[in-house]
């Protein structure tokens, strides 16, 4: 089993992962030993803070070790991917992997011959979107009918979203400019993000240029502003974000710090999430 997408996986499936992360991080000195001599490889194509740490110091809470690898200093970025996999594969018991095209994780996933964990791609964000549900449990006690509202790009975070919380039973409105929609189908699109929040129990938005989209950064600048999460769009919902935030842009200083932000729980609990998703890969739970 891997976790390319959050589509792969069954209601169910995302259900009980969120109830474990939220008992793993209760109790997490049930788990110190259960991946003694188990290792992570963990490949980065592009930059990180969160998903690196988190995925590291998970690892080595479950008494596991955790290698961190990059493009530049293996030979990922000139040999074909399928052989490096393979080998990789031959090494350690489960690979996450961060790249710049989904397919790179899906010929990763096909050809490691261990479990893959997408960690960031283009077109997903599924351990994100993990860490976020759990998050939001934590905070409502619940995750069935609560509405979610999506502001800004409809990119990789915003298609996890999407489709996490349909598969919880939350539902989702996206407001996003002509031309930056999401993949997935929220249950409501529109350029409109007043309409979008109306009702909602949490605001949520990243950044306007992911990585990878440097080039096009003045160009989106333009187009993004009347997408910004201001104080009066949030009113009473909670406001949440993956990280990293780009003040004064996607996101006020004054919402970001305010009382209703949950940001720093949801870095967190990316924590408590991957290892729910680490031990569920490797049949631990
Ligand atoms: N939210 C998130 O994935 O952060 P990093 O890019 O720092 O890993
Ligand atoms: N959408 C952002 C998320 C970073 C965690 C990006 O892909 O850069």
């Known amino acids: 089993?891997?976790?390319?997408?959050?589509?792969?996986?069954?209601?169910?499936d995302i259900i009980n992962i969120i109830d474990k992360a939220i008992a793993i991080k209760k109790n997490p000195k049930k788990y110190i030993e259960v991946l003694k001599g188990k290792t992570l490889a963990m490949l980065f194509e592009k930059t990180s803070t969160r998903t690196r740490?988190?995925?590291e110091?998970?690892?080595a809470q479950l008494g596991g070790h955790a290698l961190f690898l990059d493009w530049k200093t293996t030979q990922l970025g000139k040999a074909d991917l399928k052989d490096e996999i393979k080998c990789i594969g031959r090494y350690v018991d489960i690979i996450m992997a961060r790249v710049y095209k989904q397919e790179a994780v899906e010929v990763m996933g096909e050809y490691a011959g261990k479990p893959v964990i997408n960690g960031l791609s283009d077109k997903y964000h599924p351990c994100?979107?993990?860490?976020?549900?759990?998050?939001?449990?934590e905070n409502f006690g619940k995750l069935k009918g609560l509405k979610l509202a999506y502001i800004g790009d409809g990119n990789n975070v915003c298609n996890s979203l999407i489709v996490g919380c349909k598969k919880?039973?939350?539902k989702i409105s996206v407001a996003a400019p002509k031309g930056y929609e999401p993949l997935e189908k929220p249950d409501l699109l529109t350029n409109d993000p007043v309409k979008a929040a109306a009702g909602a129990d949490v605001i949520y938005t990243d950044t306007w240029v992911s990585m990878g989209q440097e080039e096009e950064k003045a160009k989106r600048l333009k187009v993004f502003p009347p997408y910004q999460v201001t104080k009066k769009l949030v009113g009473k919902a909670l406001f949440m974000h993956c990280l990293p935030a780009y003040r004064g842009y996607e996101v006020t200083d004054e919402v970001i710090?305010?009382?209703?932000?949950?940001?720093?729980d949801q870095a967190e609990n990316r924590m408590h999430a991957?290892?729910?998703i680490i031990l569920k890969l490797l049949g631990k739970i």
Do not use: H
């Open 274 to 276: 991957q290892k729910a």
């Open 168 to 170: 919880v039973g939350m």
């Open 57 to 59: 110091a998970g690892m």
């Open 128 to 137: 994100q979107i993990i860490a976020d549900l759990m998050t939001i449990k």
């Open 53 to 55: 740490i988190s995925f």
């Open 1 to 12: 089993m891997n976790l390319l997408t959050l589509k792969g996986w069954s209601n169910e």
């Open 257 to 264: 710090d305010s009382k209703q932000s949950i940001v720093f």
